[in-house]
């Protein structure tokens, strides 16, 4: 791509929030059940139904618009969006327009050149669709079934400014963005299941422009690197487009990620017209100030300031803290662990070197049903700290601990895991090893300091790697020089 | 004979033992058996349905332990409310043949308090017309004479009751649809303030404008189906949680406290002289009877109709779109594609009137054109409602004709602008969200009913009943019943 252009990206992220029961009627939100078992006639749009808000999902709205700085508006109603299509029970959909749930915040993200404010132009409340079903394809199928139970299901929209320049910084706001709903514990943010959806709008100008380019949107990216490699694509296809000197044609286009390219769903030169309206049915939403108020007043630790108190009171390098608050459950079992221990600095390199290399960072569900339990891990840094075991063998006890979520102690004393730390036992292994390597020992004196480490070495196999390596280090610096 | 017994006479009897409500059901399947083919008030009787309520109302009357004053009562309901397992049309071939799995709120209330229900009314197709000659399925005749039309679109429920087919019924009201057809069938027909009945289960026609009401032989009656419907339901976010007063306690109380408004504006060129006479004559009566009269002005009363029919389509429009032949009633067969269902379906199953009403709201709500149509009308509104407020600071009620004229013949007005005439006295209230009833306030020397408007304060239905029986008492028009041979 050519160096002589600017990106300019906005994200619009539908996030499903974990109400009990849908935006409009009871129905249950759960995820995976037969399809049209959890219906009623209000979320298949029967005649003659009426829908009513769902307080819990104003709540969530409420709170995720306080964590990401955003005011909620005095006014604020729903509104009907119009448009035909069999998975939606209506034909239309109740959803927010001139009159969101709340407006102007922002989230800080960082980035290569250092922290960043991404604006937040929009947050709103709506209702999710039903999803069609097909035997076999679309285009062969005898018929078309809709399952409805996905439709209703309360859906937040949050719209971002066109405040993101690169790929890389539109992954970051997603994350930090993914981060702070799943805090919140409003989302679950499962991209693959579609619980966290994102579409971008992205527009390329010439480097120092002020003007904005046409935008194109870009659908259908259901992972993070999904999000960066369709907007690197993207930057790529429009860079070449106007080199070319052709026009960028404002329309929807779908990532493809088996290929790694975008293609045209539907030109927006022709943009539907949604007759949006205010939603006769729901008056407008009544929010009184204290409400919002006692909301605000319950919202947890957000992961900027975690990271902050990770760094602190941890002593966490910013690196480590970032990882260690790349998800809630990651956070919440580091903070678990490190209570059990007097070193947390120990505890952060067993989470983030062991732990993180069984369960990835952000998922939450991996996390909470990690076998080793924080309790457990914490036990296990006590056995290398006073020595029953050493910091390798730890290493095997947690893989064991792993696969069968038994405590460290009880694997350390039934596989005999404890390290040798009796001087008066290894001063005869270190005596045998020294005589058996009369050259090696001759290296050493000679100043081949590195002879030490085989040494060493060797006591440990003799040990079958029971033998505390503080003492035998010790005991060799003690012999060496008098031989 | 227990057909032209009103709703409290017949309790009365239930109570007393002289009646039974399987008597009083049979009595009305027999009549509707002899008549109904003449007037043509049902499009789906529900005889089994009803035998079998009444069964029960029975055994609870010989156990002393009827439900209320409206256990036993025979009553029909209009097409547009939601009953679980009858079939439910609004007058409409798309939605021939969808039985609901649900009953609307006010159908529940009534089975709850132990009502009959003989069977689903005729009506003009999703409630758009004013003489049921928009139904899809046949036309109302008026009891007084067939030749005419019963008013609309609550026209079977209005001819219903004028011909004691029922002993009360339920319709609905977006424009006047109680209330004209109530003044062209000689009965009483409340439109409750928007909010004071739940609108749960009733197939929406205008959201912000549909209110449900009860039309009765007499004030009384009216006063008794209220009471068994209204007040706050949680399935409808638009009803009021304002508690529910005791409409018959203070019903006849009398006029001699109550300040009566004349809106000027009511009184203009198109006022059939016969409809204006038998109204002045009426408030007359009012002051007889000891209430102030004074003229009040009503100004933006003119431009109520074009609000309306901007704000009504549109928001049918929207309300229409879920009939696509996808989830229930009709879908025409033989599509190539996806849109092509849709057009066949819609276009077989939707009237002329309804397609004219989509296509203006539509049109209204397009972008670039909708704050010159919806948005202006919505601020019309405001004004409608701020003539009504200013006017009810010095009033209690207003008194007004329903309708310019009487019951006109069908096909007689086939001009839909015309047609749309007849709801300028009617719509205004809608506009506003008020009260209003109709009553009769005499005849015409050819003998059709001339309609009497009393239109209240917010939530003050009490007031309209209370002037309403005052003038019901003081008047002989209740007595007069059309001449319908068996």
Not at chain 1, 113 to 131: N, T
Not at chain 1, 362 to 368: M, Q, S, T
Not at chain 2, 426 to 433: E, F, K, R
């Amino acid at each position: 791509m050519s160096g002589a252009y600017e990106a300019v990206i906005g994200l619009e992220v539908h996030a499903q929030l974990r109400t009990r029961t849908k935006m409009f009627c009871g129905c249950s939100t759960a995820f995976g059940a037969r399809p049209n078992t959890q219906t009623c006639p209000i979320c298949q749009g029967m005649p003659g139904t009426l829908p009513v808000i769902n307080r819990r999902a104003i709540e969530f709205g409420i709170k995720t618009s306080l964590a990401i700085n955003c005011t909620v508006n005095a006014d604020n109603r729903f509104a009907r969006k119009h448009y035909y299509y069999p998975d939606m029970p209506k034909n239309y959909q109740i959803s927010q327009y001139e009159e969101p749930l709340a407006e102007h915040g922002h989230l800080d993200i960082d980035t290569a050149d250092g922290a960043r404010r991404i604006g937040i132009q929009r947050l709103h409340l709506e209702e999710d669709v039903g999803k069609l079903l097909h035997e076999g394809s679309l285009e062969t199928a005898a018929s078309s079934q809709v399952d409805f139970n996905r439709a209703g299901v309360p859906l937040m929209e949050i719209v971002s400014k066109p405040d993101l320049r690169t790929s890389e910084e539109a992954a970051a706001y997603l994350k930090a963005l993914r981060a702070i709903l799943v805090y919140l514990d409003v989302c679950d943010g499962n991209m693959e299941e579609g619980s966290l959806r994102c579409d971008a709008n992205i527009s390329l100008r010439p480097a120092g422009a002020k003007e904005f380019g046409t935008k194109v949107e870009i659908k259908n990216m259901n992972s993070f690197k999904n999000v960066q490699h369709a907007l690197d694509y993207e930057i790529g296809r429009q860079a070449r487009a106007l080199d070319a000197g052709l026009r960028i044609v404002q329309e929807t286009r779908l990532w493809d990620p088996d290929r790694g390219h975008t293609v045209s769903m539907r030109s927006k030169e022709f943009a539907h017209d949604y007759r949006y309206f205010p939603e006769p049915d729901l008056p407008p939403l009544d929010l009184p100030p204290d409400w919002i108020a006692q909301i605000r007043a319950t919202l947890p630790e957000l992961p900027a300031a975690r990271r902050q108190r990770f760094m602190t009171a941890y002593a966490l390098s910013p690196y480590d803290a970032e990882v260690a608050t790349s998800s809630k459950a990651l956070a919440d079992y580091f903070e678990a662990a490190a209570k059990g221990s007097a070193n947390p600095k120990t505890v952060a390199n067993w989470v983030l070197n062991e732990v993180l290399r069984v369960v990835p960072p952000d998922d939450e569900k991996a996390i909470a049903a990690c076998p080793v339990k924080p309790a457990q891990l914490a036990g296990l840094i006590r056995l290398i700290e006073d020595g029953t075991t050493s910091g390798r063998m730890a290493k095997d006890v947690f893989e064991k601990m792993f696969q069968t979520g038994e405590d460290a102690s009880t694997i350390v004393s039934r596989e005999g895991l404890t390290q040798v730390a009796d001087r008066s036992e290894l001063i005869l292994v270190v005596d045998n090893v020294l005589t058996a390597h009369a050259k090696v020992v001759e290296d050493y004196k000679a100043g081949k300091k590195a002879a030490l480490g085989f040494l060493v070495g060797q006591v440990m196999k003799s040990t079958s790697g029971k033998a505390s390596p503080a003492v035998v280090n010790a005991l060799l610096l003690e012999k060496l020089p008098k031989v | 004979m227990l057909t032209r017994l009103t709703v409290h006479e017949l309790g009365a009897r239930f109570r007393s033992g002289e009646a039974t409500p399987t008597e009083a059901a049979r009595a009305y399947l027999d009549r509707m058996g002899a008549l109904d083919p003449k007037v043509k008030a049902y499009l789906t009787p529900t005889a089994d349905h009803a035998l079998a309520q009444a069964a029960e109302a029975d055994a609870r009357f010989r156990s002393r332990a009827p439900r209320g004053l409206l256990d036993g009562v025979p009553v029909g309901l209009k097409d547009v409310f939601c009953t679980r397992g009858v079939e439910t049309t609004c007058g409409s071939q798309i939605l021939r043949g969808f039985r609901p799995p649900y009953d609307a709120t006010v159908v529940a209330r009534l089975r709850a308090a132990g009502a009959v229900i003989l069977g689903k009314l005729n009506m003009d197709e999703f409630a758009m017309g004013s003489s049921t000659e928009n139904s899809a399925f046949f036309t109302t005749r008026n009891p007084w004479d067939l030749s005419r039309v019963p008013g609309g679109s609550s026209g079977g429920s209005a001819a219903a009751v004028a011909a004691d087919l029922a002993a009360a019924t339920l319709g609905t009201d977006t424009g006047g649809s109680i209330r004209q057809p109530a003044a062209f069938c000689g009965t009483v027909g409340l439109k409750p303030t928007y909010g004071r009945v739940s609108r749960y289960g009733l197939i929406a026609f205008a959201s912000s404008l549909d209110q449900v009401g009860p039309f009765g032989k007499d004030v009384a009656d009216t006063a008794l189906v209220l009471q068994a419907i209204a007040g706050h339901d949680p399935l409808d976010a638009t009803s009021a949680a304002i508690p529910v007063p005791d409409y018959t306690a203070g019903l006849s109380a009398g006029v001699k406290d109550l300040k009566v408004g004349i809106p000027d504006e009511y009184f203009i060129d198109g006022l059939d002289p016969e409809v204006e006479a038998a109204v002045r004559a009426a408030i007359a009566t009012l002051e007889r009877l000891g209430a102030k009269t004074e003229r009040v002005s009503l100004p933006h009363t003119e431009y109520g109709l074009a609000a309306y029919y901007v704000i009504a389509p549109a928001e049918a429009s929207s309300n229409l779109a879920r009939y696509d032949g996808v989830k229930y009633g009709l879908r025409v067969p033989g599509a190539r594609d996806l849109i092509d269902m849709y057009s066949r379906t819609r276009g077989a199953g939707f009237g002329a009137e309804v397609k004219r009403r989509v296509m203006l709201g539509t049109y209204a709500l397009s972008a670039g054109y909708y704050d010159a149509y919806y948005g202006k009308a919505q601020r019309v509104r405001t004004l409608v409602l701020r003539d009504f407020q200013r006017a009810f600071e010095r009033v209690d009620v207003i008194v007004a004709p329903t309708t310019p004229s009487v019951a006109f013949k069908l096909g007689e007005r086939e001009d839909p602008l015309q047609m749309y005439l007849n709801d300028v006295f009617t719509i205004p209230v809608n506009l506003a969200g008020l009260p209003g009833l109709s009553m009769p306030a005499g005849f015409t020397q050819s003998g059709l009913p001339i309609g009497l408007q009393i239109i209240g304060k917010a939530f003050d239905e009490a007031t309209i009943l209370r002037a309403a029986r005052a003038y019901e008492a003081a008047t002989p028009w209740r007595e007069r019943k059309p001449e319908l041979a068996v």
